[in-house]
């Protein structure tokens, strides 16, 4: 129910007398790019650039997390940090998102009547604005991955909704209580849950980012459905105040931190071994798509950052010290952790699968975490093995979608 605090209801009646909401289960990541102004749009590019070569990406913050272990302590949350993004990449591997993103369009002509298809994403382009908040790192890893986020609201104002603006069918959520099973409780199984979507410290008009107390997408004209506060009336707060917030967002930077943990260590235990029994000769193949993609990173750092974003400031002082060794066997090893010697990342590449991706092979790491034993393709064919001895039999599905990447750039 309604949380009865100042607002709150008055909030959630002005919502639904002005805006048409529905419930998306497979929104486009290429939907992120033309939001964010990432080129090109229909493919990933600018995007894994980003993930790989920044101050903030793999390369760089790699070598910062094995060398100084205090960046698990910070408490900072800052959505272009590595450590952010990399626990968003891996809660989407996961499925593991317990509140919903919220997605608002409004077209730049009614008159025009075009109709967005989620089965062509370029429908979308130069038709409408579109903005994401909360949600926009999840946007970043769904393109990242080239995987749909699967539970999302999309928000029209009234005034600039028409039919069939959306080709796709969508569940069309009319009143509060629809919202309340959208949020999952952290580690709370109470069924006396209440729900506060005003912030009740915020006067209105203090905050342009604020409309009534809550979010407001300008680009859009749309107010959103924030949950500012999930509250467990059976308990009680750190301030002995009953109403305890069992928002997963209270534990962020906690699991944040936690999720990064030993990676760095693993990695650079034992140099990565690729097992595999292709004939093709596996590290001349790698690192061309290295040399592919750094050529690319530098046309983005001299040329594409027209806005002077720091996310476009690459280095690539640190990306020789990411190399790896090649291993030629017959067929698929029964043990590869035990192979390798009980250390590192192994990664396993059928001949059949090598030329069915693209991606620097240091991008499979994404597929790792201290506690992961084994993340791999439905059909066995690609694996990513976390080699340690550890007592865990958590297992990654690694999508077929995420292997090939389009590298075009002359996209405009």
Request: hydrophobic share 35%; proline share 3%; with cysteine.
């Amino acid at each position: 129910m309604l949380t009865n605090i100042p607002g709150n209801k008055e909030y959630v009646d002005y919502f639904f007398k002005n805006h048409r909401l529905f419930f998306c289960e497979s929104l486009p990541w290429q939907f992120y790019n033309y939001e964010n102004g990432k080129q090109p749009r229909t493919n990933n590019l600018n995007v894994r650039l980003e993930y790989l070569f920044s101050r903030q990406g793999f390369f760089s913050r790699s070598i910062v997390e094995l060398n100084n272990k205090s960046v698990f302590n910070e408490w900072t949350d800052y959505s272009y940090n590595f450590k952010n993004r990399r626990y968003i990449v891996q809660e989407s591997i996961s499925n593991n998102f317990h509140n919903p993103t919220h997605h608002s369009f409004k077209p730049h002509n009614k008159e025009n009547n075009v109709s967005i298809d989620f089965s062509n994403p370029k429908t979308l382009f130069d038709n409408f604005n579109i903005a994401t908040h909360p949600g926009n790192t999840r946007f970043y890893a769904s393109s990242y991955l080239q995987k749909n986020l699967d539970k999302c609201f999309i928000y029209v104002h009234k005034d600039n909704y028409y039919d069939n603006m959306f080709s796709n069918n969508m569940k069309e959520l009319t009143s509060v209580d629809e919202l309340f099973p959208y949020w999952k409780p952290l580690n709370n199984d109470s069924n006396n849950l209440t729900y506060d979507f005003v912030h009740i410290s915020i006067v209105d008009n203090e905050d342009k980012k604020l409309v009534k107390g809550s979010k407001f997408h300008k680009s859009t004209d749309c107010s959103i459905l924030k949950l500012w506060k999930l509250r467990d009336m059976e308990s009680k707060d750190q301030y002995a105040t009953l109403g305890k917030n069992v928002l997963h967002t209270q534990k962020y930077i906690n699991l944040v931190n936690e999720s990064g943990i030993d990676i760095a260590d693993i990695m650079f235990e034992k140099k990565l071994t690729i097992y595999t029994n292709s004939p093709i000769n596996l590290e001349e193949y790698f690192l061309e798509i290295r040399k592919q993609l750094i050529r690319k990173a530098k046309v983005y750092l001299n040329k594409e950052n027209h806005w002077g974003d720091n996310r476009y400031d690459f280095v690539f002082r640190d990306v020789n010290k990411f190399d790896f060794d090649v291993v030629v066997v017959d067929e698929k090893p029964n043990n590869i952790s035990e192979l390798n010697g009980n250390k590192g990342f192994a990664i396993w590449i059928d001949k059949d699968m090598v030329e069915k991706t693209n991606r620097e092979i240091f991008e499979f790491l994404c597929f790792t975490r201290r506690d992961v034993k084994l993340a791999e393709t439905k059909d066995g064919k690609l694996s990513v093995v976390n080699c340690r001895d550890i007592d865990s039999n958590i297992k990654w599905v690694i999508h077929e979608e995420f292997l090939k990447c389009e590298v075009n750039t002359d996209e405009r």
